[in-house]
């Protein structure tokens, strides 16, 4: 076995093999010299056909040429800022993830603390974080579920880190998309994304075609409140009741009223305004809505999830209505 340079090399009965890196570099100086080489795993050299089908040359001189083709295809290494982006929700405390960023050497002015709150919080210290990310930048997190809740939004969001030539590192699950075995992870989330939106699709087709055929009566859960109820809350509010003698007088909660009416007052004005024909039309839209358990906000909300590639037991956990209520108004929408 001979040494030209940095690399060992060593001629076989019909093949070169040379002890190089197996990276884009090597693979294309490789490539420039003329040479059909394969990296074999196993032996961790380069393999070079050496045959009558190859221009005759010296080993060494092969050797140094391809030393000479990488230098001129090698990139420079940019090592970039450090941050650390941590996130909590209401009660939870952030000393263990800031201590992790600290304990790695994250300035404090580099980590972003986020204090989420609600369904669909803005998460505008991670934006904020991101516009900061350039070339060659690393962004930390002690786990993936920190920078998204689905794997809609993370696949967005490492792609956008991935679109700035910046890099995501998990301290718990020892993933690091600047190192070369994670150097598809991204496009693998993106695949495991596409294949769960195409999957929820076709099971959301079935499900529909299914109750389709069995003639299943969908609907959401029923509110207590029937009719005859609603008719005699408009009364009361009319007769100037609290709210707590109405929901007495009715059995029902004060919560169950605020949930499905407008408020009392609304309902006085309404009569004010234009008589019993406008107070009815309170009842019956408030009926007809009971009737199915799905408002026109709701519904609105559903399909907005439903186009966001959201699969349907995501949205039927997020809402709490039932597939089968989830569905019709698909169904409905999309007929």
Known sequence: MNKGEAYIYR????????????????????????????????????????NDTNPKSDPLDFVQNLKDSVKKLKKPVVIGKIFGYAQITYGEGAESQVDAFRSIGIPDEQIFLEKLEGRYPSREKLNECIRKLKAGDTLVVLEFNKLARSLKQLSQTLTEIKNIKAHVRSLNEGIDTAKTEYGSFVDNISYALSFEQKANSIRTKAGLKEASAQGRRRGGRRSKLTREMIERIAKLALEEHTDEEIARYVGVSRATIYRNLPKMEEIRNAHKEGGM?????????????????????????????????????????????NRETIRAVIEAAFK
Do not use: C, M
């Open 277 to 321: 024909d406008a107070v009815q039309e309170i009842i019956d839209e408030v009926a007809s809505r009971l009737k199915t358990g799905i408002t026109d906000a709701k519904r609105d909300e559903i399909l907005g999830l439903y186009k966001a590639d959201y699969s349907i037991q995501w949205i039927t956990d997020y809402t709490g209505f």
């Open 11 to 50: 001629l076989g009965k019909s093949e070169l093999f040379i002890a190089a890196p197996n990276d884009e570099s090597h693979e294309l100086a490789f490539a420039s010299l003329g040479s059909k080489a394969k990296f074999d795993s196993l032996l961790e050299e380069w393999r070079i056909p050496w």
